[in-house]
């Protein structure tokens, strides 16, 4: 067949805006053309919606050369590309990012104005994101894929298209109440569904052994069921470059097969339960951010996500004529977390049973091709899964795992002999209580590398969770720290600091965000600290209009905003904030509160729906709330706010608008956070604990601009080898027993003594998260931000320094550690002729 040639639809546009389709005038025609031809409407009848679906599909067209491009320089020279395999993928909204990327932004506003739209952003506000992740797992993956794409690293994102992503969180009577999320009613313009490269997974029924041409015995398995996987492919464009890289998201159909043979037997509806049955398998996000649910349909949607991807990947290699045997030659595998660990099983089964490779040779190239993220230490967020119901759904994988795990035990044997605790420790198969198999154990033996995603994490990963394998295997454990793309969570996010950022030391920071550091030669610039200042004041009074347009709470810019937003979860804390507040609120009250900085606590995220403590907590926080912003003694000193369904357009929102960010875990709890380097990047403090990357953040931002408080990981291990006693702790702290009392008399839930009940003896009793133990030091804490607060200067100052000195949570940083430790990839050239600007 003739290669495609990309230069003919363009030809000589090389460095010509017109001609590349990137100027306002194209994007105009553009938008005409799928308003008529793909939408069926007439512009002057066009509601926003439909602009807003006109101007995507416009923008889509104009990431289709940078995409064929790619796939077409893949083809031509092959070379090796990174699977990203993640059952989360967070990717926010699009339109902006590759407005942005391409760098048309004023042109789509031009355009615009041509339908009667004053302003981009009344466009961007109808996009709908899709919410296929949870929290900073699923987000983590979205910026990875953005700084592949940006570094020009050929990569795809494999994962799922959840028909349902995470609920919609309402609020009713300070309860949060889940609502189904339609992210697809409006349909979504940024996927080309790839019905042609379906491919078929396989469910249950057993194995059976056969003799093969060359009479060797062989294991096969006969499945009791199918799903096709479809391609939905969302292309991800880097930020001004010509390589496009793609999200491949499988939604799970039907087979047909199975549908006809039903429907010749006489049985209709039979035909219709196993349609309805497969397609469940993508229908729904398990909505639990680091906790187990341990339900078979997650364990189904885990293979069949995984099982396609690997299924494609071979596939790659075979259409163009590349060998099997090459696979770790031209795929770099990455396991975030254990979600799609099955890989090492399902690449096993692929070579051995499909490719008819012996064991050696198939394991060589899985262990050469895969390496594993471990993303959390919390032990119910470690997946294992139930021998009986693995084998029931996954028996030939099971097979093989026996055998992975036979393996590795006499390697065990041989470096530890006599030692059987050894081996019942590291086995993949848990056989203490009800048997079950260790997710964790099987991607740390198949991976050549595993990492954790902060240096105190990657620390405990090696001390804590596995240090018999970190023993055994110390080349294979290392850290690669989280990042963020500068590109969605400054540029786009924050287009006043950008603004100010790019005037001062020019636009260079977006690509390479180490070159933030020139701003600190102006920390002694009076008049551009105030220059500073006024730019974070006006970007919180957008938020305070969205506050307010939202949540009918009026709260003042001036003030300072403390935020805290991220999942609900005990060791998150958010209740030890709320302690603090209510302790401020007390202070208000009696007079005491002098020299503390007039506050807006705001709060936002969501709570696992099967999570009753967390969802206590989010009542917690609105009862307090609604105390205190009925009380005319906090007018102008306290305003408490609970923002209902934070996702990342509200994040957006919200990062750029803070002066102070919440980073409070229990030391040892969070594995790195994200949120933190969002905060920091856009000039907001730190209060918060040595927990995950916040130490490296404190190392980087300096001592003196970060509010540190709190036990250390020893300290807090200490603790629970004396035994622990919050009592003792509460008892030395009046302040702290008149919060508790007032809560206990039903102060916050309207004389109910009893609504909070639980969380007071939660916190009382065994307080597993040691809230009581650094409130005092929380509090100190909290009055030296005061304290700072009162000086607006050395404010702004810390605050330009922390931006200043956060390059290095770039996850263009990040990315570039993966390439070289971990992957071994580096960038593809892609020429075309219409070069982006
Ligand atoms: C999260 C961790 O809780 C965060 O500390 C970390 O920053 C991010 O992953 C990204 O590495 N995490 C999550 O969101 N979901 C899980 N199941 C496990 C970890």
Known sequence: ????????????????????????????????????????????????????????????????????????????HPQKSVAYLSAEFLIGPQLNNNLLNLGIQQEAEAALRNFGIESLQQILDVEEEPGLGNGGLGRLAACYMESLASLKIPATGYGIRYEFGIFDQLIRDGWQVEITDKWLKGGWPWELPQPDEACFVGFGGRTESYIDDKGSYRSRWIPAEHAIGIPHDVPVLGYRVNICDRLRLWRADATESFDFYAFNIGDYYGAVEEKVGSETLSKVLYPNDGTDEGRRLRLKQQHFFVSCSLQDMLRSLDNRGLPVEDFPKYWTVQLNDTHPAIAVAELMRLLIDDRHMDWDKAWDITSRSVAYTNHTLLPEALEKWDLNLFSSLLPRHLELIYEINRRFLQQLRLRYPGNDAIQRKLSIIDEDGSKAVRMAHLATIGAHHVNGVAALHSDLVKTDLLPEFAELWPEKFTNVTNGVTPRRWVALANPELSTLLNEHIGEDWISNMENLRKLEERQNDQGFLEHWGNTKLSVKRKLASYIHRNTGVLVDPSTL???????????????????????????????????????????????????????????????????????????????????????????????????????????????SGTGNMKFAMNGAL??????????????????????????????????????????????????????????????????????????????????????????ADYLRAQEAVSLAWTDRMHWNRMSLLNTARTGFFSSDRSIGEYCENIWNVGPLNVDITCDVR
């Open 561 to 671: 905003f403390d935020v805290q937003v991220k999942r609900i979860h005990e060791y998150k804390r958010q209740h030890l904030n709320v302690l603090q507040v209510i302790t401020q609120y007390l202070r208000i009250k009696n007079g005491q509160a002098d020299g503390m900085a007039p506050r807006t606590v705001i709060f936002g995220g969501k709570a696992a729906p099967g999570y009753y403590m967390a969802k206590l907590i989010i009542r917690f926080i609105n009862g307090i709330a609604e105390t205190v912003n009925a009380d005319p003694d906090m007018d102008g000193r306290l305003r408490v706010v609970f923002l209902p369904d934070y996702n990342v357009k509200l994040g957006e929102q919200v990062y750029p608008a803070s002066d102070l960010s919440e980073q409070i875990s229990t030391a040892g709890k969070e594995a």
């Open 686 to 775: 730190t209060i918060g604990t040595l927990d995950g990357a916040n130490v490296e953040i404190r190392e980087l931002v300096g001592a003196e601009n970060f509010f540190l408080f709190g036990k250390t990981v020893e300290e807090i291990n200490d603790l629970k080898r004396s035994g622990y006693n919050p009592g003792a702790f509460i008892n030395a702290m009046p302040e702290l027993q008149e919060a508790l009392r007032l809560i206990e008399m039903g102060h916050f839930s309207n004389g109910d003594s009893e609504l909070f009940r639980p969380l007071l003896d939660n916190l009382t009793g065994h307080d597993p998260f040691f809230v009581m133990a650094d409130f």
């Open 1 to 76: 067949s003739q290669p495609l040639d990309l230069r003919l639809p363009t030809p000589g546009c090389y460095n010509d805006p017109e001609r590349a389709g990137l100027d306002a005038k194209s994007v105009f025609d553009g938008m005409t053309e799928h308003l008529f031809f793909t939408l069926g409407k007439l512009a002057p009848t066009a509601s926003r919606h439909d602009l807003y679906m006109a101007l995507s599909y416009a923008v889509r067209d104009r990431l289709m050369m940078r995409y064929l491009a790619t796939t077409e320089a893949m083809r031509a």
